[in-house]
C-alpha cells in the first residue's frame, strides 16, 4: 500500500534542482530512475565477473541555494536543512523526528585525555537510538516518491531497526538481512517489533549486502543500504547541526567509527556543502576509526592505496562496525584524504575502556562501534597525532542499550541482598570497598 502525502503549507517545499551523478566517470541519471551504483562504468574482474559502477552522489545547483535561509531556517532536526534535501516537488517527509541531538561538551573526558576542547554528538538519542534515522527519513521518503513496493537491506542491526520503523510509518513492507548471531539484541528486539520480515543470513554482513543487491535488482523492491545516495542527504545533516551548535564555526577535527563508511562521506558532504555556500571557511579533519579485526580503510590509507582491499573475515565485539568491504570506501578515502584527516584503528579493548570512560565520565551511555570514536581519540592524541588545543567533535552513532548484552559481560554484575536494612548499611558506608569496584574520579 502506498501512502498518498497529504500536504500542509509547512511540508511544501521551494522547488530545487538536483542531479545525480557518478562519482567515477560522471554519468548522469534522472530523479526516477532508481539506480544505486553506476551502470555506465561496470567492469569486468579477474574471473570475468561484473564489478560494481562508481558510486552515486546528489548535486544541487548551489547557486540557487540562499546561505541566509540555512542560517535561519526554522524547526528542528534532519528537515530544517530542506534547502539543501533532494526533494523539488511538494512532498510530504516520513518522519520520526530524527536528528537535532545534543552536542555535549566534555571537560571531564577532555581532561583524562589530555586534550582541553572535547565535544560529543550523541546520536544514539536519534528515535531509534542511532543515527541511521538521518539516512532512512530522506531515504524513505524518496521510495514513496518513487512509489515502491518494498524496502530492504542488510544490516549489522542499526539500519534494520531504523528501517523497520520508517516502513512501518510509510506503511511499506520492509525485509532485512542480518548477519546470523552477529547482532545486538535490541537491534533485532526493534526490527521485529516493527514489523520487518527478518532474515538471518548463514554468512556476515557483507554477504548479506551482496546478496540484497541483487535481490533488490531482480524484485524492483528499493534498497535502503548506504549505497543508495538519497541515505547520504540525510546523514550529511550531522555537519549542519554540529556546525550551528558551534556558532557557525567548523571544528577542528571530527572523528566517528567507520563501517560500511557511509556516515564519514556524508558528513564530509555536509561539510563541503557549508563551504561551498560560503557559510563556512574551513574543514574539519575527517578522521575514521575501525575495529583491528575490521579496518581495510585503515589499512588503505596506511599503505597509501587507491582501493581497499576487502577483508573476508571481519571480527569485533563492535558488531556494528563489523564489515569488511565497505561499499562506501571510494568516498571515505576521499574525504579522509582532502581534509587532512586521518584513519586509525582500535582494539576490542580500547574499545571497552572508551565505552565505560564516556559513560562514567560524562554520562553518555552508548554502544561499542560509536566507543570506537573515543578510543580513536584516546590513541590518536598519545600517537601525537591530534593536537592538545584541538577542537574535536566525536560522534557517538548508536545507543548504550543497542547491546545490553556487552554490558553484562563487562560490568560488574548486581549484589543480591537480603531485605535487611543493617546488610545494606554496612554496604553502603563503605560502598567501594563493599562492592569490590574502584571509585571514579
Ligand atoms: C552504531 O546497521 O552498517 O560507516 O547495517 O550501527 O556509515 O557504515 C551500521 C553501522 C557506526 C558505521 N556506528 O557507519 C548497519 C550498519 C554504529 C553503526 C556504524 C554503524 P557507516
Redesign the pocket.
Known amino acids: 500500500m502506498r501512502i498518498i502525502p497529504i500536504l500542509s503549507a509547512d511540508d511544501i517545499f521551494t522547488m530545487k534542482d538536483y542531479e545525480v551523478k557518478c562519482i567515477r566517470c560522471g554519468a548522469r541519471y534522472s530523479k526516477d530512475d532508481i539506480v544505486y551504483t553506476c551502470r555506465n562504468c561496470v567492469t569486468v574482474g579477474p574471473r570475468g565477473e561484473p564489478v560494481s559502477g562508481g558510486l552515486l552522489d546528489i548535486l544541487y545547483d548551489y547557486s540557487t541555494i540562499d546561505p541566509d535561509r540555512i542560517i535561519h531556517a526554522k524547526g528542528d532536526g534532519v528537515w530544517k536543512y530542506r534547502d539543501l534535501l533532494p526533494f523539488g516537488e511538494a512532498i510530504k517527509p516520513i518522519t520520526i523526528q530524527e536528528g537535532n541531538t545534543p552536542l555535549y561538551r566534555c571537560d571531564r573526558l577532555a581532561k583524562a585525555l589530555g586534550i582541553v576542547d572535547l565535544w560529543v554528538k550523541h546520536e544514539g538519542l536519534n528515535p531509534s537510538g542511532?543515527?541511521?534515522d538521518r539516512g532512512m527519513t530522506v531515504g524513505v521518503t524518496k521510495a514513496v516518491e518513487l512509489g515502491v513496493k518494498g524496502v530492504a537491506?542488510?544490516?549489522?542491526?542499526?539500519?534494520?531497526a531504523s528501517l523497520a520503523i520508517f516502513a512501518a510509518k510509510a506503511a511499506l513492507p520492509c525485509y532485512v538481512l542480518l548477519p546470523k548471531g552477529k547482532v545486538a539484541l535490541g537491534k533485532i528486539a526493534q526490527a521485529i517489533m516493527h514489523g520487518a520480515k527478518v532474515f538471518s543470513l548463514r554468512g556476515n554482513?557483507d554477504d548479506a549486502l551482496r546478496v540484497v543487491r541483487v535481490l533488490c535488482e531482480e524484485e524492483a523492491i528499493y534498497l535502503l543500504?548506504?549505497v543508495n545516495p538519497y541515505r547520504l542527504e540525510g546523514q550529511k545533516t550531522i555537519a549542519f547541526e554540529v556546525t550551528e551548535k558551534l556558532g557557525w564555526v567548523v571544528p577542528d577535527r571530527v572523528i566517528?567509527?567507520?563501517?560500511?563508511?557511509?556516515?564519514?562521506s556524508a558528513i564530509f558532504k555536509g561539510f563541503s556543502e557549508l563551504r561551498t555556500l560560503g557559510i563556512t571557511t574551513a574543514m574539519p579533519r575527517m578522521t575514521g576509526i575501525q575495529a583491528e579485526g575490521a579496518q581495510p580503510i585503515v589499512r588503505a590509507l596506511k599503505a597509501g592505496k587507491a582501493e581497499i582491499t576487502p577483508e573476508p573475515k571481519p571480527e569485533t565485539i563492535a558488531s556494528?562496525?563489523r564489515?569488511g568491504n565497505?561499499v562506501?570506501a571510494a568516498k571515505a578515502l576521499h574525504a579522509i584524504r582532502s581534509s587532512g584527516g586521518v584513519a586509525e584503528s582500535v582494539t576490542d579493548e580500547e574499545i571497552t575502556e572508551a565505552q565505560l570512560l564516556l559513560a562514567r565520565l560524562e554520562g553518555i551511555g552508548v554502544?561499542p562501534?560509536?566507543a570506537a570514536s573515543i578510543a580513536g581519540l584516546k590513541k590518536l592524541v598519545e600517537l601525537g597525532e591530534i593536537e592538545r588545543d584541538e577542537r574535536v567533535v566525536c560522534v557517538t552513532?548508536?545507543h548504550l542499550l543497542?547491546d545490553p548484552e556487552r554490558v553484562i559481560q563487562i560490568c560488574e554484575p548486581s549484589i543480591e541482598v537480603d531485605a535487611d536494612v543493617e546488610v545494606l548499611r554496612k554496604m553502603v558506608r563503605s560502598p567501594f570497598e563493599a562492592m569490590k569496584c574502584e571509585p571514579w574520579t
Open positions: 542511532s543515527f541511521k537491506c542488510a544490516s549489522t542491526g542499526n539500519t534494520s554482513f543500504n548506504s566517528l567509527p567507520v563501517g560500511n563508511a557511509g556516515n564519514i556494528a562496525i564489515i565497505p562506501n554502544e562501534a560509536s552513532t548508536g543497542k
